[in-house]
């Protein structure tokens, strides 16, 4: 099942911060985060496992609360390059793979 | 590390033509999946595989669509008598376990007129 990510789009002006939250109705064993800008491929950001673990960029802040099976992307202090469209993956408890994708957050940063 | 890529980058056939679409992974990587993606929206996933074996193929999949990833290395994904609703990119991705980061080609963006 698709996982719901909010909000479905945000405009900021350089250097604010931003969250991007992504829930599911089923147990997650972990969740990713990618960034994917116009006629781009999806770039990886980080993953979030259940039990804490974390994997990804130093620069890049998330949370994954295990009982409520949401995470959340935290964008500080944003920058132009920060622009683009953020996508949440799931891969649920007791799954061997199969990752599953919302339907996208528009980011798009101004000057 | 050359990346995922992805051939041909753009495909137009007609309605009821098979295109094939094939991807080359990252060498060291076991895992590889196929997604579709429309404009405006999150990667859609198809299938994927663990080395040779196909682990899992989407429902919403019509039989029309077959993937094969023969010795564990390139995979090729098969769309039978296309419809104009099969227009879409078709992304692949590799990945070195079931929780690394997935690396994604550029797709191959089909038209189906």
């Known amino acids: 099942q698709q996982p719901v990510q909010s909000p479905q789009a945000v405009i900021l002006r350089e250097g604010e911060d931003a969250v991007i939250n992504c829930s599911s109705s089923k147990a997650l064993y972990s969740v990713h985060w990618y960034r994917q800008k116009h006629g781009e491929a999806p770039v990886f950001l980080m993953i979030?496992?259940?039990?804490?673990e974390q994997k990804g960029h130093e620069k890049i802040s998330a949370s994954f609360n295990e009982k409520k099976q949401q995470s959340s992307l935290y964008l500080t202090a944003s920058q132009l390059s920060y622009s683009g469209t953020y996508f949440c993956?799931?891969?649920?408890?007791?799954?061997?793979?199969?990752?599953?994708f919302g339907q996208g957050t528009t980011l798009q940063v101004k000057p | 590390d050359t990346g995922v890529s992805q051939d041909p980058r753009h495909k137009i056939t007609k309605r009821g033509q098979n295109v094939t679409f094939r991807c080359d992974p990252i060498s060291e990587h076991n895992r590889l999946y196929w997604y579709r993606q429309t404009l405006g929206q999150g990667p859609e996933f198809l299938t994927y595989f663990q080395n040779e074996a196909q682990l899992e193929k989407s429902r919403l999949l019509s039989d029309r669509f077959s993937a094969e990833r023969p010795k564990g290395s390139f995979s090729t994904l098969e769309i039978q008598r296309t419809e104009q609703g099969d227009s879409a990119m078709y992304l692949c991705a590799s990945a070195q376990g079931a929780d690394s980061p997935l690396h994604f080609g550029n797709g191959t963006r089909l038209t189906v007129t």
């Open positions: 993956g799931t891969r649920r408890s007791g799954n061997t793979g199969k990752l599953i």
């Open positions: 979030l496992l259940k039990g804490g």
